[in-house]
Structures are given as structure tokens and as C-alpha cells.
């Protein structure tokens, strides 16, 4: 019996199954230019992966490399960068799991005792498992954790492979650096977007290098942090993707957020609205509605929605609203809310207008990495 499917209703979360189902389905449905064949982009991606361990991930002779694949993942980037791992002279584990109903689940206990001896863990699962105690055991224990959550060979050969790292991470810095010297953020969009907030807490880049035991890696592309969450208010019109509930993700219709002290207070729409009114409220856990994080999205092989969250996040220009758990806050899961084309304004000064950066050294650098449009 497939456990998703036949999951009952219960307080402990929403119903998921068929709906979960058909979203992965829908997520491979084939976008152009892309195949399934296992030669597509073969040498693509194997420079891809070598690129991801050996330079972002830091892998090392000897060292042990837990690669984690759900059945709804792309086997092809999963076993690239096992093969990858061992041309640098460590030692490959390649798990593949079934694909759970929500992410954050805990994983089957063998992926969560492989994952806590490893050296270095690249996860690709679709459900992801990023805020579970699977994962904070493993980085606690050293290992060094690249979330690559749904990446396939496309995904990984345009997000890694084609990048120029270094200036990703040149702009990344930028961002973080006047993030941090600024007081107050307000992000408005033309769609009706008009949020508010004191700034305070650590501002990172999400997507650096695995330096350090125990670090924590995303794709390259994202800036994330969390303003003063007593002190955000406004409202958010989402008109790119909601992930999860797996029905909803790509939006057809915008879906407005209230948000008083750093909280959804009302979502207002149509039928997407609707799904994600319900799915907040069945969970019964008033963590759900609380702000996570703000995400900004830079990364240039991200030119528009997938419907892959990981890579959608980092669509240049966009900026993410993530609700419910964070590393430090327990929570049933996460969702993560996309406005694609913001305008961020610090203590007044515009740096980003309609999704473009205007901020002379953010242009200067997009101009580097021959950004489109720069």
C-alpha cells in the first residue's frame, strides 16, 4: 500500500496523497529542450558534479560522500556526482529512498544513520528533508550538507556548471553587505506588494562554499535573512509559486498575504488562496503562519519558474517569503512564497527595481557575470 496515498486525514497535518502525487507527476512533464535520454548533457553533467565537490563542497581524498535520491529525483544528476566523487579519490555512497508524501519528513532510518557518518552529503530529493533532526544530527556530527533539493542534469549543468562561482558569490557579498547596513527594508511590487521591516539578525548567503565541518550549503544564487519579525507588516501579493502544498506551485492567479507582526494574519484570492488558507490551518500549529525568511534570487542559470522550489528560489531577481520551520524553529514543514519582480528599497534607497538591480556595484557585478539585461 502506498503510505501517501492512503494517508488519512489527521491533526497532525493536512491531507496529502493523490494531490502530492500529481504534482510529481506534473513535475515531469518535460520542459523544452530538455530529455530524458541518459546521454542528455552527459558531459555537461559530469563537469557539473565534479565542479559541485570540488570546488563548493571541498571533497577531499578518503573522505566518505553520502549521495541521498528520493524516486521522484533525477538518478542521473545523483549518480554523476557519485561517479565524480570517486574520480577525486573518495569514497561514494549512492542511497535512493522512496519519495515521501511532504517535505521535511524524517528519512528512512538508514538514510538517516548513512547521512550521520558522512563526510559530505549532497541531497537530491524532491522532499526534501532540510529542517528535520535527521539533517541537524548529521551537520552537528560534521558532516558538510549541500541541499539540492529536485536538481536534475538541466537544473545542475545551468545553475552550477555554467555559473561563474566566484562572481555569484562576489554579488552574493554585495548583497549581504548592504543588507547589513541598513536599518530598515521595504519590498513593494507592481502587483500590490507592500511589506515592511526593521532590520536585525545574521544575513548570509546560502549558497557559499563548504569551508567548515557541519556546513550547510544551498544551489548558489540566494541571499536569505529575517528582519525583526515583531516588526513586519504590510501585505505580500505571491504571483509566482507557493511550494509546498504540492497542488498549488506554479501560480496561475496571485494569492495576497496580511502580515502583522511577522505573521499571516488573512490570504485573499481564488482557488490557490483557498488551498493554502486550508493547508496553513490544518496543520493546528501557529508556527505555520510565522515568517521564516526573506530570500533574494540572483543565480543567472535561473531565468524563470521550473516548479522546482530549489531552483525557483534563486530566479534572478525574485525575492522568497518563506513560513513555519526554520533551523532553529520546530515547525510541521515549510512553504516558500515567490514574488518574481520586486522593488527593495534600503532605509529608502532603492537597489532593485521591478526585478532588475539598480544599485550601481550590483549592476557593475550582473554586468560581470553577463547577466541579461545588464
Not at 29 to 42: I, V
Not at 61 to 66: I, R
Not at 107 to 112: D, F, M, S
Amino acid at each position: 500500500m502506498d503510505s501517501c496515498t492512503f494517508q488519512p486525514h489527521s491533526p497532525a497535518g493536512p491531507k496529502v496523497g493523490r494531490e502530492f502525487v500529481t504534482h510529481l507527476e506534473k513535475s515531469m512533464e518535460l520542459a523544452l529542450g530538455t530529455e530524458p535520454l541518459p546521454g542528455y548533457y552527459s558531459f555537461e553533467q559530469s563537469a557539473a558534479a565534479r565542479k559541485l565537490l570540488e570546488e563548493i563542497m571541498m571533497v577531499r581524498p578518503g573522505e566518505d560522500v553520502a549521495i541521498t535520491v528520493d524516486t521522484a529525483g533525477d538518478w542521473r544528476a545523483a549518480m554523476a556526482t557519485a561517479q565524480a566523487a570517486y574520480a577525486l579519490g573518495a569514497r561514494p555512497s549512492l542511497l535512493l529512498y522512496q519519495t515521501q508524501c511532504e517535505a521535511q519528513m524524517e528519512p528512512p532510518g538508514p538514510v538517516a544513520g548513512a547521512v550521520a557518518r558522512a563526510d559530505v552529503w549532497i541531497e537530491y530529493a524532491i522532499a526534501y528533508i532540510l529542517y528535520t533532526e535527521a539533517r541537524r544530527s548529521a551537520t552537528r556530527a560534521g558532516c558538510r550538507y549541500a541541499c539540492l533539493a529536485g536538481i536534475d542534469v538541466d537544473a545542475l549543468v545551468r545553475l552550477i556548471g555554467r555559473v561563474d562561482y566566484a562572481r555569484l558569490l562576489a554579488l552574493g557579498d554585495e548583497l549581504v553587505r548592504l543588507i547589513r547596513g541598513a536599518r530598515e527594508i521595504r519590498i513593494t511590487s507592481a502587483q500590490g506588494t507592500d511589506l515592511v521591516g526593521r532590520l536585525a539578525g545574521e544575513v548570509s548567503q546560502s549558497g557559499g562554499l563548504a569551508k567548515e565541518r557541519g556546513a550547510t550549503v544551498m544551489v548558489g544564487g540566494q541571499v536569505g535573512h529575517l528582519p525583526a519579525e515583531d516588526s513586519l507588516h504590510g501585505r505580500i501579493v505571491v504571483d509566482g509559486e507557493i511550494w509546498p502544498p504540492a497542488e498549488i506551485g506554479i501560480l496561475r492567479e496571485p494569492v495576497q498575504l496580511t502580515i502583522e507582526k511577522g505573521s499571516i494574519r488573512e490570504v485573499r484570492g481564488g482557488a490557490a488562496a483557498a488551498a493554502f488558507r486550508q493547508w496553513l490551518a490544518n496543520w493546528n500549529d501557529p508556527n505555520m503562519y510565522r515568517m521564516a525568511h526573506y530570500a533574494y534570487g540572483f543565480n543567472p542559470g535561473a531565468a524563470k519558474l521550473s516548479g522546482r522550489i530549489v531552483e525557483d528560489e534563486r530566479v534572478f531577481g525574485a525575492i522568497t517569503f518563506g513560513f513555519g520551520a526554520t533551523s532553529d524553529r520546530p515547525a510541521p514543514t515549510h512553504s516558500d512564497c515567490i514574488v518574481l519582480r520586486p522593488s527593495i528599497f534600503l532605509d529608502g534607497v532603492e537597489i532593485e527595481r521591478d526585478g532588475k538591480y539598480v544599485h550601481p556595484r550590483l549592476v557593475d557585478l550582473c554586468r560581470q557575470m553577463r547577466v541579461p539585461g545588464y
